[in-house]
């Protein structure tokens, strides 16, 4: 009888994005093809790690363990640390290893990243908790164009993210995003579509296959598309392929690929865009590990192309396995 890899399905963890980690592990669990044998890894939000309905060490966890698919989101499971622990007892695992998931995890420095490859992407200021003094919030008002978007720099599923018009709306925005970083991304707004792209290396014998641009549509009027509106059906809808023009189209798959390429990021990723009607196409942020749940865009965007869930996750621990 041949041995079945087994599949370490990492989930949970100590973000802000628990609930949604543990949506996309359990899509993983659901969907491995039937030559792998998985092992749910669940992490609290305590960060204790559990197999088996028992507390380990990682080391315990993941004894026996052939290659982990890496379901966790936000701190820890996205900024380098989990793939630290992961290269300290030598599991391969899918997704970005650890220097370049820090990188993709900060805002503030992805956004440095973007300037140096003339990656358009919109004018921004960080802030740090320690440097915020009682006319910060006013300086901002006065020299910066308005309204602007007030977000963690680290974190996703834009969690701590708001739109301020007032100066009391900026004053109330950045302490709401200092509960989440200790430092706060100031970005200047920009209308227009929402529109979100996937690659995936070595897929369909490309070095880096891109997947096609979705378009989403948020039905809650707010100015942008907010973590309700993220994983509820009823309050947003996704267009793959969405309604851009061949050049939008060609520019969004183009600055996707270069973002993956740029940030040195591997195995798969997503960024994300705003197509502004007149200022064309801005780059607004690269997840390393976007979401897997059954409203995320990634699997939409699989589909779309003929693919499936179980063709991802079998290609992608086929990469993690050849590291």
Not at 162 to 187: P, Q, R, W
Not at 219 to 242: A, C, F, M, Q, V
């Amino acid at each position: 009888m041949s041995h079945q890899t087994i599949v370490g399905v990492l989930r949970g963890g100590p973000s802000s994005e628990y609930d949604v980690s543990l949506k996309t592990g359990a899509t993983v669990l659901r969907n491995l093809p039937e030559h792998y044998a998985p092992a749910d890894i669940f992490i609290s939000k305590e960060g204790e790690w559990h197999t088996t309905g028992l507390v380990r060490t990682p080391e315990q966890a993941l004894k026996g363990i052939d290659v982990v698919f890496n379901a966790l989101h936000g701190e820890f499971g996205e900024d380098g640390k989990v793939q630290k622990v992961l290269d300290d007892v030598s599991v391969p695992y899918t997704g970005s290893g650890a220097l370049a998931s820090a990188l993709g995890m900060n805002k503030a420095l992805t956004k440095k990243v973007y300037a140096q490859h003339g990656i358009k992407t919109p004018y921004s200021v960080a802030i740090r908790k320690e440097q915020y003094g009682a006319g910060t919030a006013r300086e901002l008002f006065m020299s910066f164009p308005q309204p602007s978007v007030i977000k963690p720099v680290s974190g996703g599923s834009s969690i701590g993210v708001t739109i301020a018009y007032t100066l009391g709306d900026i004053e109330e925005a950045i302490g709401n995003a200092f509960l989440y970083s200790e430092v706060v991304l100031v970005e200047e707004f920009v209308g227009g579509k929402e529109a979100s792209c996937g690659v995936i290396d070595g897929f369909r014998e490309q070095d880096v296959y891109v997947l096609m641009p979705t378009e989403i549509i948020d039905k809650t009027n707010n100015d942008i598309w907010g973590y309700e509106s993220k994983y509820s059906n009823d309050l947003h809808e996704i267009r793959t392929p969405g309604d851009f023009s061949v050049r939008e189209k060609g520019e969004i798959q183009e600055l996707t690929r270069l973002a993956h390429q740029v940030l040195g990021l591997r195995h798969y990723s997503r960024t994300d865009f705003v197509v502004h009607p007149k200022r064309g196409v801005y780059v607004l942020e690269t997840n390393t590990l976007p979401g897997l749940t059954e409203t995320s865009l990634f699997p939409h965007a699989l589909e779309a192309g003929g693919s499936s869930l179980s063709e991802f996750f079998d290609h992608t621990l086929q990469l993690a396995l050849r590291k």
